[in-house]
């Protein structure tokens, strides 16, 4: 099992649409949570942290399943400057090194 | 805000020729990071820093040498550029252990 799975996409979804990805990861110790935004050929981004159970920031919120060890984005209403590559990034326990997923991507079309 | 630079950001190189990928960071970040990314794999960590003076490796560090002499300084040295190496090199630096990763804009380098 690869240590961070997505659904490579791409996405395609209309303006306004409600849209989720799902992140599976391997390793249970992993204690926090990231999701990255990269733009086409541009250098990724955070988006959100989760440390608990969930985390809201507006449109995106983020919910985290330990037992089942995925982690959720979910993006409402979305917007045309929301297309882009999602990241999923979980770190396990006090690892300093990052585990990358290749991203689902997602395209919003007016 | 400069946030992380990246130098330079394009390069072609024959094979066996050396340079240097600079990084600089103007927000005082203890750790730094080189990352390489390549169509179908996610980020992949190279070599990393965490503080002035030290370096560790990450987990593809063939054929790659690093060196943090200032804190805000991290260099990727390539000393006989392979192929293999063609790639976007990203760098990163955070303020603090669990702190939020911040990018420079990448380094496009191709090797013939």
């Known amino acids: 099992r690869k240590e961070v799975e997505q659904d490579p996409g791409p996405f395609n979804v209309p303006e306004g649409a409600t849209v989720a990805f799902n992140c599976t990861y391997s390793n249970s110790a992993s204690q926090s949570f990231f999701w990255y935004r990269q733009d086409c050929r541009k250098e990724p981004k955070l988006l959100m942290s989760?440390?608990?159970?969930?985390n809201e920031d507006g449109r995106f919120t983020a919910q985290l399943n330990r037992a089942s060890q995925y982690i959720s984005l979910l993006i409402r209403d979305s917007k045309l400057s929301d297309s882009a590559t999602y990241l999923c990034?979980?770190?396990?326990?006090?690892?300093?090194?990052?585990?990358w997923g290749l991203g689902t991507s997602l395209a919003v079309n007016p | 805000n400069a946030g992380v630079t990246q130098t330079p950001k394009f390069r072609v190189l024959k094979t066996g020729q050396s340079m240097t990928l600079l990084c600089a960071q103007d927000?005082?970040?203890?750790?730094m990071y080189w990352y390489r990314q390549d169509p179908g794999m996610g980020l992949r960590l190279i070599h990393y820093s965490v503080g002035e003076g030290t370096t560790a490796k990450g987990e593809v560090p063939d054929g790659y040498n690093v060196s943090r002499l200032k804190k805000q300084n991290f260099l990727l040295g390539l000393e006989s550029a392979a192929p293999s190496q063609t790639s976007v090199y990203f760098c990163?630096?955070?303020?603090?252990?669990?702190?939020?990763?911040?990018f420079g804009e990448g380094s496009r380098l191709t090797v013939l």
């Open positions: 927000m005082n970040h203890e750790y």
């Open positions: 989760v440390y608990s159970s969930g």
């Open positions: 990163a630096s955070k303020e603090k252990d669990f702190g939020e990763l911040f």
């Open positions: 990034v979980p770190r396990p326990g006090n690892n300093r090194k990052l585990i």
